[in-house]
Nanobody
Framework: VQLQASGGGLVQAGGSLRLSCATS????????MAWYRQTPGEQRDLVAR???????EYGDSVKGRFTISRNNAENTVSLQMDSLEPEDTAVYYC???????????????WGQGTQVTVSS
């Protein structure tokens, strides 16, 4: 199973970007999906999480500006980022908690990261 993130780039403050994360490989069950971000020298922080049923959770700094969504049929997760600020500059990683085909346990998987840069 692999996760592939896309959609990062350079945008001016106040602008918008949409990140997407696609899953490849056979999956028995997809659980929580999430986006994290990390800046150099800092820990990876939760940006947003969405459960299998669609319940969402956001980091305090992005509430009201970012929206996470998922497509359960395609096992994808997206992050719509509006009113971007320079402080949102980071590498963004998608994460999925899932049961791969042939297994009984939940494993955590990470995408490769996509750079988001917001200029002032």
């Amino acid at each position: 199973v692999q996760l592939q993130a896309s959609g990062g780039g350079l945008v001016q403050a106040g602008g918008s970007l949409r990140l997407s994360c696609a899953t490849s490989g056979r999956i028995t069950r997809m659980g929580d999906m999430a986006w994290y971000r990390q800046t150099p020298g800092e820990q990876r922080d939760l940006v947003a999480r969405i459960s299998e049923s669609g319940s969402t959770e956001y980091g305090d700094s992005v509430k009201g500006r970012f929206t996470i969504s998922r497509n359960n049929a395609e096992n994808t997760v997206s992050l719509q980022m509006d009113s971007l600020e320079p402080e949102d500059t980071a590498v963004y990683y998608c994460n999925a908690q899932l049961i791969p085909f042939g297994f009984a346990n939940v494993f955590g998987y990470w995408g490769q990261g996509t750079q988001v840069t917001v200029s002032s």
